[in-house]
């Protein structure tokens, strides 16, 4: 059990293709009592995921997943009103306008304060 009873069981999709990056995100989210979804290391299996896990609280979006934009990522889970954290390392300006506004994680990751 975390701390943070906020984010207890909430369940996080995380889009990620750099697999060491993944699992520091996936260790940072279960310690503060969240449910990892995933992760999806490429477009595909992000859109599968997007369109058909249950009960996602909320996703964390690498935009750019080798090349390839996680845009219709997270055009699929707008639709189902899942919120979306995008992280980049370029901040708000490789948002789409429709994305602004978003949530952006700053890479590289931290762990606390």
Do not use: H, W
């Not at 699929?76 to 602004?100: K, N, S």
Request: proline residues 6%; glycine residues 8%; contains cysteine.
């Amino acid at each position: 059990m975390s701390d943070n009873p906020v984010l207890e069981g909430r369940r996080v999709l995380v889009v990620e293709d750099e697999a060491m990056i993944a699992m520091l995100v996936e260790d940072m989210l279960d310690t503060l009592g969240c449910k990892v979804v995933g992760p999806a290391y490429g477009l595909e299996t992000a859109m599968a995921l997007a369109k058909s896990a249950d009960d996602i609280d909320v996703a964390l979006l690498d935009i750019n997943l080798a090349g390839l934009s996680t845009f219709p990522v997270a055009d699929a889970l707008r639709v189902r009103g899942v919120p979306v954290v995008f992280a980049t390392g370029y901040g708000e300006a490789e948002l789409r306008e429709v994305d602004r506004g978003a949530p952006v994680l700053m890479k590289p990751y931290r762990a606390g304060p």
